[in-house]
């Protein structure tokens, strides 16, 4: 391989690199804590619901559904601060693509691939639809999922889209506008639909995410009453986060109001490093394979649950050996195939970048 000539190794090492967002080991951890509450909920809950067997687990995680809204307010945070520390618009969208498409595109493959080896009734897809999964907003399009969790990563993605036009449009200083405008929608949509039977037209409806921008204003607050460059705005920040709160009270129920208050206090706290538990070795690990773990869970998890089944271990010890083979799983893609591509992408994007200087 042709080695790179050694004045451009230099001009890499003096031109500006992309913004390096200051990890947060807590909101990192959290994160993990999220995936962990799903993948419980997926393989006892759901995975009775949809899989009814005579003798049920020894316990279920009936309500780790909601870790996914966690997942949401993290987002709002980390989103938010990447943006504010971004200069340029493709910094932004190549640290967004490497961090979520190569690991994406590996577990598209692997799930339609152990689906199709072991089998599972009702959530294999043909090749055709699996190919549609590959730019994420494949539901715009009513293609099926590869994995079911991956209606997540539409939101995710849609947010990310939003963000970046703001930053366009220079218009992150008028976030708080902009958040209060979106749920005085969400509200006025909910409202005129229970009232008169009238809402916005489905694909618009999910275009502006306005079911999940409760959760995502809340994370984007959280930072912003930590960040003391916007300690003048505080007030506008925790009256915004109470705003969400009561959307979510409002158009949803009085529980997702609870839980908007929780988790985002336990953003808020950990943001500001007032948990030291969640630094611990465990917690950290967690987070770091969190999208890996995510991405692969679901379905291979439940063929698995069904092969075990099928030659007779126990059902609790199933749920223990697919939790088990999840994690090793994931901590492998996030190890060799995640993090090594990821920055692959962006030293060949800064090495590209200073060529041009």
């Known amino acids: 391989m ?9 001009r890499a090492d003096l031109v500006e690199r992309p913004p390096q967002v200051r990890r947060v080991p807590e909101i990192d951890a959290l994160r993990g804590i999220a995936a962990i509450a799903v993948v419980l909920f997926h393989y006892t809950s759901r995975f009775i619901d949809l899989y009814p067997t005579t003798v049920g687990p020894a316990f279920t995680f009936s309500h780790g559904h909601y870790g996914v809204n966690l997942f949401f307010i993290i987002s709002g945070y980390v989103i938010f601060m990447t943006l504010e520390k971004t200069t340029r618009p493709m910094d932004f969208v190549v640290s967004r693509f490497s961090r979520l498409f190569p690991a994406y595109w590996f577990a598209i493959f692997l799930t339609f691939a152990v689906t199709h080896w072991l089998g599972l009734p009702g959530k294999t897809v043909d090749l055709g639809a699996a190919i549609g999964n590959m730019l994420m907003l494949h539901g715009l399009f009513r293609i099926p999922h590869v994995d079911g969790t991956y209606w997540t990563l539409e939101v995710e993605l849609l947010f990310y889209c939003g963000m970046l036009l703001l930053y366009r449009l220079r218009r992150l200083h008028r976030i708080h506008a902009v958040l209060i405008a979106f749920l005085l929608l969400r509200l006025t949509n909910f409202l005129t639909e229970q009232w008169f039977g009238v809402d916005l037209p489905w694909t618009l409806y999910r275009l502006l995410i306005l079911e999940y ?16 460059r916007h300690a003048s705005t505080r007030g506008l920040s925790v009256a915004t986060a109470a705003c969400a709160v009561i959307v979510l009270a409002i158009s949803g129920s009085g529980l997702l109001g609870v839980l908007g208050c929780v988790f985002g206090l336990v953003v808020h706290f950990a943001a500001a490093g007032n948990l030291p538990l969640l630094r611990t070795r465990l917690f950290v690990w967690l987070g770091t394979i969190s999208y890996p773990l995510y991405l692969l869970h679901e379905n ?17 010890l199933g749920i223990l050996l697919v939790l088990a ?12 195939i995640e993090q090594p591509v990821m920055r692959w992408i962006r030293d060949s994007y800064r090495r590209r970048r200073a060529g041009r200087q």
Do not use: E, H, Y
Request: aromatic residues 10%; contains cysteine; positive net charge.
């Open 2 to 10: 042709q080695s790179i000539p050694q004045s451009v190794s230099i």
């Open 213 to 228: 921008i409760p959760w995502f204003a809340l994370g984007i607050c959280v930072f912003l009453i930590n960040s003391p």
């Open 300 to 316: 291979i998890g439940w063929s698995l649950q069904l092969q075990f089944r099928a030659i007779g271990i126990p059902i609790d």
């Open 325 to 336: 083979i999840s994690l090793m799983l994931a901590s492998a893609v996030t190890n060799r």
